[in-house]
C-alpha cells in the first residue's frame, strides 16, 4: 500500500472516496440544476441545490482505472481518473462501521471557536451530523457500529441525552469507547459514570464482539482530567482479547499513537513510552490486526512497528466523515465518507475555512489513506 503525506489540497470536485465497488464524488460549489454522473456502466443523476454535495456510483469492477464523467446541462463534461482498489482474497464476510468525536453539545468550531451555526438552528450540527452519518453507514451496509470516544463535548447533563437519542437511533448492534472530552467535566458537567448510566450505557474499558471473519475490540485510552492517553492500563485484557480467537481483529481507540517523545501536533496523543511496546505486544498476540483511533479529527494512516494504523475525523467539521470496513477471508478494507446529508455537508463545507483555511488542507488526507485494502 502507498501511503503519501497527510495533506490534500481541496477541489471542487474530487473521488473522495474509492471502494473495489464504488466511488464517492464530492463537489462544493456545483451550479444548481441535474447533475449526469456515469462511469463504466453505471450512471446516475442527481439535484445541485448550488452549494456542496456528494454522490455515490456503485457497481463497478475492482482493480480498474476508470473515468467517471461529470456533465452539468449544457456544458461539457469534466472527467475525473479514479482506480478502484483490488480487494483481499477470498469471500467477503461481513461489514461494519464507525464514527469518531461527535462531541455532542458543542456549538462552536475553529482554532478561536468563532465559528457556529446560527442560534435558531432546529438540529444542532454535531447531533444532526451523528445521526447522519450512522444512517448513512447503515445504509451502506455495515452490521455494527463502533463510536470511538469524545461522544459528548464537556460531560455535561444536557448533553448525554443527545447520545441517548443517537444511540436509539441505531438500527444495527454498536459499541462504544471514551475520550479525553467525556472524561473533563466543565462548568454544569456531571460524573461520567452518572451521565453513561442516565443515557442507558453500559460501559466497560475493554469490550470485545465477534462478527463473521473479525473480532472487534474497543479499548478506552482516557484518562480522567487529562488530554493525552494511555494503554498501560487496558494492555493485558486487549492482547487476551486478541490472542483468544483466529480471525483478524480491529481495535479501535481514540487516542492517536505519538511518533516523537515530544508531540509535534495538537493534541497529544498516546505517548512513545507506552506506545511502541504495546504496538509490539497486540501484534504478537495477533499479527492481523488494524488499529484506528480519532481524537485528531483527522483522515491518515501509516504503519507502526508492524501494525496498520489509521486515523479517522470527526462527522461534524471538515470533511466530516465515517469509516466503513469490509471483511474478506484475507483481509479488510476501510473506507472513509463524507456524511453526504445536505445539511450537515453545507456545515462542514465551511468549517474547512478554520484556522485560516490551513483546516481544509491539513484535516482530509489523501486518497489512499482514507481508502486502502489490507491483507492479512
Not at 241 to 266: D, N, Q, R
Not at 290 to 318: C, M, Q, W
Not at 332 to 341: E, G, L
Request: net charge negative; glycine share 8%.
Amino acid at each position: 500500500m502507498r501511503l503519501h503525506p497527510p495533506v490534500s489540497l481541496p477541489h471542487s470536485l474530487e473521488a473522495f472516496a474509492v471502494e473495489p465497488d464504488a466511488v464517492q464524488i464530492v463537489w462544493r460549489n456545483l451550479p444548481v440544476g441535474p447533475v449526469h454522473l456515469s462511469c463504466a456502466d453505471t450512471s446516475l443523476v442527481v439535484d445541485s441545490d448550488g452549494g456542496p454535495g456528494a454522490a455515490e456510483l456503485s457497481d463497478l469492477p475492482h482493480s480498474s482505472d476508470l473515468v467517471v464523467s461529470v456533465q452539468l446541462d449544457g456544458q461539457p463534461a469534466s472527467h475525473l481518473h479514479i482506480t478502484t482498489p483490488t480487494p483481499p482474497p477470498g469471500e467477503r464476510l461481513s461489514q461494519f462501521a464507525t464514527v469518531s468525536d461527535l462531541h455532542l453539545g458543542s456549538s462552536r468550531f475553529g482554532m478561536l471557536f468563532k465559528m457556529r451555526e446560527d442560534a435558531d438552528v432546529a438540529v444542532p450540527h454535531p447531533i444532526r451530523c451523528a445521526l447522519a452519518a450512522t444512517a448513512e453507514a447503515t445504509a451502506w451496509g455495515a452490521q455494527h457500529l463502533l463510536l470511538k470516544g469524545d461522544l459528548t463535548h464537556h460531560t455535561k447533563a444536557d448533553e448525554w441525552p443527545q447520545l441517548e437519542h443517537l444511540v436509539r437511533s441505531f438500527k444495527v448492534p454498536y459499541q462504544f469507547t471514551l475520550g479525553n472530552h467525556d472524561r473533563q467535566p466543565k462548568k454544569k458537567g456531571i460524573d461520567t459514570d452518572k451521565g453513561m448510566a442516565n443515557a442507558g450505557l453500559d460501559y466497560r474499558p475493554v469490550h470485545h464482539v465477534d462478527l463473521p471473519g473479525i473480532r472487534l475490540v474497543v479499548a478506552d485510552t482516557s484518562i480522567p482530567l487529562k488530554g493525552h492517553g494511555q494503554v498501560t492500563k487496558i494492555a493485558d485484557e486487549v492482547t487476551e482479547a486478541m490472542s483468544a480467537t483466529t480471525t483478524g481483529v480491529y481495535l479501535g481507540v481514540h487516542h492517536h499513537f505519538e511518533k516523537f517523545a515530544l508531540p509535534w501536533f495538537w493534541p497529544p496523543g498516546i505517548p512513545v513510552s507506552e506506545g511502541p511496546a504495546f504496538l509490539r505486544a497486540i501484534r504478537q498476540a495477533n499479527p492481523n490486526v488494524i488499529v484506528s483511533s480519532g481524537h485528531t479529527h483527522r483522515n491518515r494512516a501509516y504503519f507502526r512497528h508492524g501494525v496498520l494504523i489509521t486515523e479517522v475525523g470527526s462527522p461534524k467539521d471538515y470533511p466530516g466523515v465515517w469509516a466503513g470496513y469490509t471483511v474478506y477471508e484475507g483481509g479488510i478494507t476501510q473506507t472513509i465518507r463524507r456524511v453526504a446529508d445536505p445539511a450537515s455537508i453545507a456545515w462542514t463545507d465551511r468549517t474547512r475555512r478554520a484556522v485560516g483555511g490551513v483546516w481544509g488542507l491539513w484535516a482530509p488526507g489523501y486518497l489512499d489513506q482514507r481508502c486502502l485494502s489490507h491483507t492479512w
